[in-house]
């Protein structure tokens, strides 16, 4: 069983900077790569960013984000604690939503298919 703990959300102003953080547990992951989603009240879930990384080097291949947040957010991996990270800058009102941890993916690093989702962690952005 896999579990994800996601960590880091709260309330912020706009232009401030959040940093939140995935520990994953439990069994070795088939597909080596996680990101985040998240959903805002009254809209779909929607794609953040993702990470994949090498399951022998453990380095990172590549990395993929939503338009909306590209040059702002940035996602990272420590394969030491087994934790992946989302720093979020230059954050505005319309980032406001619960923030999902994705591991193992079904499909497409975008796609809504992923094997494990976290409880989710709040983030709030005040104008």
């Known amino acids: 069983q896999v579990q994800l703990v996601e960590s880091g959300g709260g309330l912020v102003q706009t232009g401030g900077s959040l940093r939140l953080s995935c520990a994953a547990s439990g069994r070795t992951f088939r597909r080596n790569a996680m990101g985040w989603f998240r959903q805002a009240p009254g809209k779909e879930r929607e794609f953040v960013a993702a990470?994949?990384?090498?399951?022998?080097?453990?380095?990172?291949?590549?990395?993929n984000y939503a338009d909306s947040v590209n040059g702002r957010f940035t996602i990272s991996r420590d394969n030491a604690k087994n934790t992946v990270y989302l720093q979020m800058n230059s954050l505005k009102p319309e980032d406001t939503a619960v923030y999902y941890c994705?591991?193992?993916?079904?499909?497409?690093?975008?796609?809504?298919?992923?094997?494990?989702w976290g409880q989710g962690t709040q983030v709030t952005v005040s104008s």
């Open positions: 994705v591991a193992d993916p079904l499909s497409t690093l975008s796609g809504q298919l992923w094997g494990y």
């Open positions: 990470i994949r990384w090498s399951g022998t080097t453990w380095s990172p291949i590549n990395t």
